[in-house]
């Protein structure tokens, strides 16, 4: 499928509805393949309603902001700027506290974010504005985290930054709302460094989730709307 939202809110209600109603029973989870959209306003990124009783934190997605700009993948980097480790991140890390799926990380690998930016100032129409996050020679180093995205592609068109996000994994309720936070932020950032102005978020997930043993307590927060 592929569609059109004007924000990350209402991209993430009509994916959580339509998980809930058309997804199948996969792996513990409820999903939706090959889901494909795109976000017309990628600035209104916060998934903040009042009507939901949710947990999402907008202070920690811009501690997590921080931590990836930082280019610095241990978690204890981002102990420091929120003032606690979630537990998910001390679960994912290695022995010695390093992630693999600190995006920021990754962009910074290969100077790979330098270049992007480079070749989109110096060559607007490029299809090589790229940036790979799953590489498959490090395998053997993703027992306990491996990337949820395979890598970020740029385009630049009528003079905005189009940003395109390719997925193999990702959970509706906490993943998305965090990665399309992060994302778009890199796209704001990138479109700040060549000076185009931001176009349009597109996200493309393999496989779109939402775990069963959540969701009796996320159905009870969303029926509070």
């Given at each position: 499928?592929h569609?059109?939202?004007?924000?990350?809110?209402?991209?993430?209600h009509?994916?959580?509805?339509?998980?809930?109603?058309d997804?199948?029973?996969?792996?513990?989870t409820?999903?939706l393949?090959?889901?494909?959209?795109?976000?017309?306003?990628?600035?209104?990124?916060?998934?903040?309603d009042?009507?939901?009783?949710?947990?999402?934190s907008?202070?920690?997605a811009?501690?997590?902001w921080?931590?990836?700009?930082?280019?610095d993948r241990?978690?204890?980097?981002?102990?420091?700027?929120?003032?606690?480790?979630?537990?998910?991140?001390?679960r994912?890390a290695?022995?010695?506290?390093?992630?693999?799926?600190?995006?920021?990380?990754?962009?910074?690998?290969?100077?790979?974010?330098?270049?992007?930016?480079?070749?989109?100032?110096?060559l607007?129409?490029?299809?090589?504005?790229?940036?790979?996050?799953?590489?498959?020679?490090e395998?053997?180093?993703?027992?306990?985290?491996?990337?949820?995205?395979?890598?970020v592609?740029?385009?630049?068109?009528?003079?905005?930054?189009?940003?395109?996000?390719?997925m193999?994994?990702?959970?509706?309720?906490?993943?998305?709302?965090?990665?399309?936070?992060?994302?778009?932020?890199l796209?704001?950032?990138?479109?700040?460094?060549?000076g185009?102005?931001?176009?349009?978020?597109?996200?493309?997930?393999?496989?779109?989730?939402?775990?069963n043993?959540?969701?009796p307590?996320?159905?009870?927060?969303?029926?509070?709307?």
């Amino acid at each position: 499928m592929h569609d059109t939202f004007k924000n990350a809110n209402d991209a993430f209600h009509d994916l959580y509805w339509r998980i809930v109603r058309d997804g199948v029973d996969f792996a513990g989870t409820k999903a939706l393949f090959n889901v494909g959209f795109e976000i017309q306003h990628p600035a209104a990124n916060a998934i903040v309603d009042s009507k939901i009783k949710r947990n999402w934190s907008l202070e920690y997605a811009n501690a997590e902001w921080r931590w990836y700009l930082s280019g610095d993948r241990n978690i204890a980097k981002l102990g420091e700027l929120y003032g606690k480790v979630p537990a998910i991140w001390e679960r994912m890390a290695d022995d010695n506290g390093n992630v693999n799926s600190n995006y920021g990380w990754q962009w910074q690998r290969n100077q790979q974010l330098d270049n992007v930016i480079k070749l989109l100032k110096t060559l607007p129409e490029t299809r090589q504005a790229a940036i790979s996050i799953y590489d498959a020679k490090e395998y053997d180093k993703y027992a306990y985290d491996t990337p949820c995205t395979y890598a970020v592609q740029f385009t630049v068109l009528d003079d905005k930054l189009n940003m395109s996000v390719v997925m193999r994994s990702n959970d509706l309720w906490y993943g998305f709302c965090n990665d399309q936070y992060q994302f778009s932020n890199l796209q704001m950032l990138v479109a700040n460094e060549t000076g185009y102005d931001v176009g349009t978020y597109y996200h493309f997930a393999h496989n779109m989730h939402l775990y069963n043993d959540k969701l009796p307590e996320q159905e009870e927060m969303m029926y509070h709307l």
